[in-house]
């Protein structure tokens, strides 16, 4: 690594070009990895050949170079210099399609030269999914990896991509809802994922792809969501920890869905649309966190109690007197929602009525509902999606950002 | 949990009934969770209606118990027991459909009755894999989650499922491999994924899935492939260690193809079949590992140099003066491929070249034959799958054992 370079002979060193500087006697050419970057002085005299070889050498081209480092107070980067006794191009680089003022288009085409600055997005990610990971291991959570083909296509509401699977019809999963729930039938008591979730919506917004990656968690035995909510502020409370953000001390701010409504109302003057259709319209959740940062110092804030219109068949009700209520929340962060959560109905015979409410043919979810007849306990869980999480960590615009290759209506390449 | 309880007053244990055994005066109720068993014993007397509920009682019903735990020396199990005062049934069971005498495609039909007594083939998983992300983490690679959606179908020779994509042909990806590298063309340096990979193929063996999860690995920089078995070796080394399985401290054996091809016929009498088209058969991994066990006292045994042949057009080749020789290799465990690796090709003319020689059109790579021309490293990975792995730590006959939901030809479901 260039940063732990210190003076010495022998050395060998493996980067990218990121400039070169030629001079009548002398070449100064400075290599970079992902750890740093150092000066490689070249003098014509000594080693004519290595000289010829960078010589027009376009940024980003690979160089592999032998030699020695020695001490060159002049120098800025870390007072070293190397003096190359061979050096072999590994890979030429033609002239970058793209630039700063390259347009999203066209820099997602060449989604790979772009990364280029953004690396450090996915170092921070990687710590941000260490953490998490951690959190749950530790916390005796059992790591599963569920398919992402289906041969049953509905979960509730949103669109499913299909394709011909031999003589039958599969689906791509919109999220593992039904089979971290099956973990819990089958004894698993505490399950964790981190895994692709498929959603073929036309929607083009800053939070929507087609394929995005998200944490799913469930957890059996559990009292009722409040139990849930709890695991999920404890995990992120270790993940801030972890990577070093500051985070408010105060347990995160916890309303219910009426009582948004009425601070929306009362704080913004804002009423929430009827077409949010008992749920939070994109607006609300951008006011609700502005609110919370200001009442309670909180970049979180969980939203409870959403109405049984708003919510998946699957999500329990609050109790016999509020059927229309649920025990499903979410999560907001930073003006998005980040999690959707809640307790599930372990009940057979209350899921059969649920999904009679909601229209959906029995028969398509038989599967489903047997995981409940052979013993099953209490439990909830909640989703997290990923890039959502660490745009807004990162403060950047777009889950297309924090996105390595993002997939939507218009966008399938690279 | 189960296995901490101690002699206290008010108790709340939470878990799946084991066992009911009526007498006339005292019902015996043995109850699980995840960590252990407890006696529970209700006194009709004490508690008639406790006593009512539980009668009749099937296995796997959950129940919510509070109660005391208290000292029970005759108690076999841990000489201790709980005296309810309230009772909650939580979930009753119907009768399984399964039994120990249940044949193969019944129980996966019931997958979720068939798991409860394999949960810990997955509590040992999850440790294999946080042992696995950590020693990449700790190596300073990153972690990246590539789509499993892209617009171009062929990565080389194995069958694909294809999907429409709103206006467009949507492929599953075989793996992350054109990724990965276009991970190491942005800078990325090293980097892993654990993720699904997919395979249209009509495979029915212990050893395939349509749907499977792999790790994939890609290191820039590297000198060639022996850089990239040594980390794979080292990876395997941490494993092993963190989840206690003996491992032989030398290192892991490593033979050419065609040294692989003279001790099967040496020590077996083996000859590799002509259509295996110089690569291994199945029968061939199994005695090549038989004989580095009894020669080497080795479990692994790497397989280097495959014949361009028989190898992705992406392989580098082993050079000039071998152009049928490559830098891929192969990993063995107790008798199975765990494992394709090797030193990629990064120039993109040589790369157009291998392409024709394959035949695959150059217009269909193109995409990919981009990532190497604005400057990328040499590089070399390879990738392990996950079920494989496990179920020979485990010693499990098939990946079906250690798959959550198998994926095959004519199994989409539960």
Not at 157 to 182: C, D, H, I, R, W
Not at 203 to 229: C, I, N, P, Q, W
Not at 373 to 382: A, L, N, V
Request: proline letters at 5%.
């Amino acid at each position: 690594m260039i940063s732990k370079l210190k003076p010495s002979e022998n050395v060998v060193i493996q980067g990218w070009v990121d400039s070169v500087r030629a001079q009548k006697a002398i070449i100064f050419l400075i290599i970079r990895d992902r750890s740093g970057k150092v000066q490689v002085t070249i003098k014509r005299e000594n080693t004519p050949e290595i000289a010829d070889a960078v010589e027009g050498l376009l940024k980003d081209s690979t160089v592999r170079i032998e030699g020695k480092v020695v001490d060159a107070p002049n120098v800025k980067l870390g007072g070293i210099e190397v003096i190359p006794t061979k050096l072999e191009v590994t890979s030429s680089a033609l002239v970058s399609p793209i630039d700063d003022k390259t347009g999203l288009d066209l820099a997602m085409d060449y989604r790979w030269l772009d990364l280029r600055d953004k690396v450090h997005y996915f170092e921070f990610q990687t710590r941000v999914l260490k953490a998490m990971r951690d959190w749950f291991v530790e916390n005796e959570f059992i790591e599963i990896m569920t398919p992402k083909l289906t041969g049953n296509s509905t979960e509730g509401g949103a669109e499913v991509f299909s394709l011909k699977y031999y003589n039958q019809t599969a689906y791509l999963t919109q999220s593992p809802q039904l089979f971290k729930q099956m973990a819990i039938a089958a004894g698993f008591e505490k399950v964790f994922e981190i895994g692709a979730n498929y959603r073929a919506e036309k929607s083009y917004t800053s939070r929507h792809s087609t394929e995005f990656f998200a944490l799913d968690v469930e957890m059996g035995f559990v009292k009722d969501e409040h139990d849930v909510m709890a695991v999920e502020e404890s995990m992120l409370r270790y993940i801030f920890e972890k990577v070093e953000m500051p985070l408010a001390s105060a347990p995160f701010p916890k309303i219910s869905l009426l009582e948004s409504y009425e601070l929306l109302e009362k704080e913004r003057g804002y009423i929430v649309p009827k077409a949010a259709k008992g749920d939070l319209d994109p607006e609300a959740e951008r006011l609700l966190c502005e609110i919370a940062k200001e009442k309670w110092g909180h970049d979180f804030i969980f939203i409870t109690n959403f109405p049984s219109s708003a919510r998946a068949f699957y999500i329990q009700r609050l109790d016999e007197t509020k059927p229309r209520l649920t025990r499903g929340f979410d999560l907001l962060y930073r003006g998005v929602e980040i999690t959707s959560g809640g307790q599930r109905e372990h009940n057979p015979e209350r899921l059969v009525n649920n999904l009679a409410e909601k229209g959906i043919a029995e028969e398509n979810m038989k599967f489903y509902i047997d995981f409940f007849r052979y013993g099953c306990p209490p439990h909830g869980g909640f989703a997290l999606g990923i890039a959502r999480l660490v745009a807004k960590m990162l403060d950047l615009p777009s889950v297309k950002d924090t996105t390595f290759l993002f997939r939507g209506p218009d966008r399938l390449s690279p």
